[in-house]
């Protein structure tokens, strides 16, 4: 009861604070101190706990969790925010987050299968979206299915050739900025120069999710 106490006086102290910091300057964010900072992670959750569970209060509730919670309790705890006190998440940062906070504070590991669909899906669904367009806007879809082979090889095939190469995105990247022969076969696929580091990124992403 004490400790809930102690929280909600924490709670109030940070609100008041920020609505001081929202007058004074509303674009600035303040990080709370070091003692209560989130652990770092190189997960995309960390950023985004960061920017939005500093909001209302420190980090230090997440440490007073207590320890070895799993990916659906954490998941869960990220909800709460969300449905309950109105945390202004979406579901993909509540889903983003729990696999940082289960992998971090929890007893969840990083290439857990869920835990990398829960960090990973939202990415991969951004990418989806532009990449469409991309393959559309290039032609690459004139020489490339996602399941047959046409001119050139099948995504699908192209996916599973890499699926265990660490260099895959690398790979990719520079074969469709540089085109290449002799891969797959006689004819040489073009280069595509004009295509930004973003735009190979995404294309790659999205052939590597095939
Ligand atoms: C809109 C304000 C708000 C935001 C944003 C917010 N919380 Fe909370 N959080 C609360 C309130 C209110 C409580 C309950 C405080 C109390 O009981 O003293 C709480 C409590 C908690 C607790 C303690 C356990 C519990 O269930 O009461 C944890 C852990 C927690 N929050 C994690 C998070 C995480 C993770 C995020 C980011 C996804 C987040 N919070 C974002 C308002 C917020
Ligand atoms: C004119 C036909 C043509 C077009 C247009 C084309 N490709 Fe290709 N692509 C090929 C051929 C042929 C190969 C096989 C090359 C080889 O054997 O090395 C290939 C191979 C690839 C590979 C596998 C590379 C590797 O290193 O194994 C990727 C990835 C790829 N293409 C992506 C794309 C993307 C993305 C676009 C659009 C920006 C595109 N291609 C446009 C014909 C084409």
Aim: contains cysteine.
């Amino acid at each position: 009861m004490k400790l809930v106490k102690s929280m909600t006086a924490l709670l109030c102290a940070a609100q008041v604070g920020l609505a001081t910091l929202a007058s004074a300057a509303p674009l600035s964010i303040t990080l709370p101190p070091e003692t209560a900072a989130f652990k770092p992670s190189t997960m995309p959750g960390y950023a985004l706990a960061q920017q939005k569970c500093s909001v209302c209060h420190s980090a230090d509730y997440i440490n007073f969790q207590p320890p070895g919670m799993s990916l659906a309790q954490w998941t869960a705890e990220a909800g709460k925010m969300q449905h309950v006190y109105g945390a202004p998440i979406s579901d993909q940062d509540v889903s983003v987050i729990g696999a940082y906070l289960a992998v971090t504070y929890g007893s969840a590991k990083a290439n857990d299968a869920d835990v990398q669909a829960a960090s990973n899906a939202p990415a991969v669904a951004v990418a989806k979206v532009d990449a469409k367009a991309l393959l559309q806007n290039n032609a690459c879809l004139s020489c490339h299915a996602i399941d047959h082979k046409v001119v050139g090889p099948a995504y699908r095939d192209v996916a599973a050739k890499y699926a265990k190469d660490p260099q895959a995105m690398d790979r990719l990247m520079s074969s469709i900025q540089h085109g290449g022969s002799g891969k797959w076969g006689d004819v040489p696929m073009p280069p595509f120069a004009q295509l930004s580091p973003d735009d190979l990124k995404s294309l790659a992403t999205f052939i590597m999710s095939q």
